[in-house]
């Protein structure tokens, strides 16, 4: 295994090479207990990664989105059970993209519990993906181990499915591809996206958790600043 020291965070590069593009998902610890990942695809020529989370919640692990495809998924499974050593509960689908969602079909293989929004579980249909075994309509708190979570559909942004996890032991909000990261130069992939409605929604996060201390977005840093930026650059549209 790999230690790479990369602006004060210690990736750990799984040991195990997937299909995805040849790629390695890469992994580092955060805070206390708190992991990120990262998977890669290709897009247009360009190696792209895209930010996940794992919460070693004590006696389980939550995950929250999959890596980007069934090989880095599998990857990052045999990572929890060699370096975690604990079950993994539950899997958070924050929309159905394939960055989020393309690796479920591993997951249900091994019988774990899935969980989005009902809007995702029919986007996750109509795209060709598994859709999750639970749904939620507006929100729902779930109890993992230690920590309570907080599932919120904030309405139409990135994706009309798109919604956010919000952990309160943390003031971390995993925000997914409807935050953009704060040096972000442009809203990326838009095809799906809902650009009326998306201000509306990024407000109607930071009403809610009016706290945040971390931002989690779908691709990028999670330097301060994520939600902000996302909203500097719909106003440009």
Not at 51 to 59: F, K
Not at 68 to 79: A, R, V
Not at 217 to 224: I, K
Request: some cysteine; proline content about 4%; hydrophobic content about 40%.
């Amino acid at each position: 295994m790999r230690y790479i020291l990369m602006s004060l965070l210690v990736w750990l590069s799984a040991n195990v090479s997937g299909q995805d593009g040849n790629y390695e998902i890469d992994i580092a610890k955060i805070g206390d207990n708190l992991y990120l990942y990262l998977s890669y695809s290709d897009y247009q020529g360009q190696k792209i990664s895209a930010n996940g989370l794992l919460v070693d919640a004590g006696d389980s692990v939550l995950m929250i989105d999959t890596p980007w495809g069934n090989d880095q998924t599998i990857q990052l499974l045999d990572w929890i059970d060699e370096n975690l050593q604990k079950p993994l509960a539950l899997v958070v689908i924050t929309h159905a993209h394939e960055d989020r969602i393309g690796g479920i079909g591993v997951i249900h293989e091994r019988n774990i519990r899935t969980i989005g929004s009902k809007l995702t579980a029919v986007y996750a249909l109509r795209w060709g993906y598994q859709p999750p075994k639970e749904t939620f309509e507006k929100e729902q708190i779930i109890k993992i181990g230690h920590h309570k979570i907080e599932l919120f559909y904030p309405g139409p942004g990135h994706t009309v499915d798109n919604s956010v996890v919000y952990i309160p032991d943390y003031n971390l909000l995993h925000g997914g591809c409807f935050v953009k990261s704060a040096e972000a130069k442009s809203l990326g992939n838009i095809a799906d996206a809902d650009l009326g409605s998306w201000p509306a929604s990024l407000q109607a996060v930071q009403n809610r958790y009016p706290d945040i201390k971390t931002v989690i977005p779908g691709h990028g840093s999670t330097n301060s600043g994520a939600i902000e930026n996302t909203l500097k650059l719909l106003n440009k549209k």
